[in-house]
């Protein structure tokens, strides 16, 4: 085999030859597939902060809501054991607007939705003729609240037994508008 035909067929084998490099093409190619795979880097990123975000706004509602939850339950055991009068129409006065509680409870954290003024909400439900449905909560209602036998009266606020209490907080969030909603029962005897 003669030497310029060996050297031929290594260059054949090698690709290019002596004058080898990168083509405009390959180059172009390389860089659109660089500036795809950076964008969904980026959006990724963006993605997990959004989702980091929501989550650590998730998780000060239910810490919030947990907290008055905590303060429900003292103050119905409070005012059980210290009321000789009728302890469910003290307890639904301490949970009224200008009540010693009140109806409402802010989140320091949280931004209130549009034309909302705080991110709480208190609610004692008093009818024992509502339903689920209705509140859009589980709480295995009607029941009869007043230890009467019937589930069919609608103001038990002066002779309740056990309340049904849904504590909402609705805030604007990274992700639009937010409610959480935590469904609990005070008892009072």
Do not use: C
């Amino acid at each position: 085999m003669s030497k310029s035909l060996y050297t031929r067929r290594a260059g054949k084998r090698q690709g290019r030859g002596p004058r080898s490099g990168f083509t405009l093409v390959e180059i172009g190619l390389a860089m659109v597939i660089l500036t795809v795979a950076l964008m969904a880097m980026s959006a990724s990123t963006v993605r997990t902060h959004a989702l980091r975000r929501q989550n650590r706004e998730r998780a000060v509602a239910q810490n919030a809501i947990r907290q008055v939850a905590e303060e429900i339950h003292a103050l119905a055991d409070r005012i059980r054991r210290t009321t000789a009068g009728s302890w469910s129409q003290d307890f639904v006065d301490a949970l009224s607007p200008g009540g010693e509680l009140g109806d409402t409870f802010a989140i320091g954290e949280l931004n209130p939705q549009t034309g909302q003024l705080t991110v709480g909400s208190i609610q004692v439900i008093v009818d024992e003729t509502q339903t689920d449905a209705a509140l859009g909560v589980e709480l295995g209602l009607p029941r009869d609240l007043d230890s009467d036998g019937a589930a069919d009266n609608a103001d038990v606020s002066a002779s309740a037994r056990i309340l049904p209490i849904v504590l909402t907080a609705r805030w604007h969030g990274v992700s639009g508008d937010v409610q959480v909603r935590h469904p609990f029962y005070v008892i009072g005897y």
